[in-house]
């Protein structure tokens, strides 16, 4: 159980190093698809989460998977109203006559 939890968060703090290092060599211009593609990922988090927290007795597992599927609904609902702002800001503007 131990050598599990350990292995899960060596993975983890080593995803966040290359997962940092990655960000800071992409240039500014790309980030907003990039957001974009970070959306998709959260909406399959969603899908994760409704796994978890699938038809058990109530307990610590099924809390904690409800509490998944609110926070990444929130994430996924968040982004792309961020999204459509910043495509709304590429729009042309009509002229009043």
Request: aromatic residues 6%; charged residues 10%; without cysteine.
């Given at each position: 159980?131990a050598e ?13 190093f ?8 992409i ?16 909406g399959?988090?969603v899908?994760g ?18 509490l998944a ?6 994430n ?15 729009k042309?503007?009509?002229?009043k006559a």
């Amino acid at each position: 159980m131990a050598e599990g939890l350990i292995a899960g968060l060596v993975v983890f703090v080593l995803a966040s190093f290359v997962g940092f290092e990655v960000i800071n060599k992409i240039p500014p211009t790309l980030h907003t698809p990039l957001m974009s593609g970070s959306n998709a990922i959260s909406g399959i988090a969603v899908v994760g989460a409704l796994l978890v927290a699938g038809p058990r007795d109530w307990n610590l597992t099924v809390i904690l998977g409800l509490l998944a599927v609110v926070l990444a609904t929130i994430n996924v609902v968040g982004g792309f109203l961020v999204t459509d702002r910043m495509l709304q800001m590429f729009k042309k503007k009509e002229v009043k006559a």
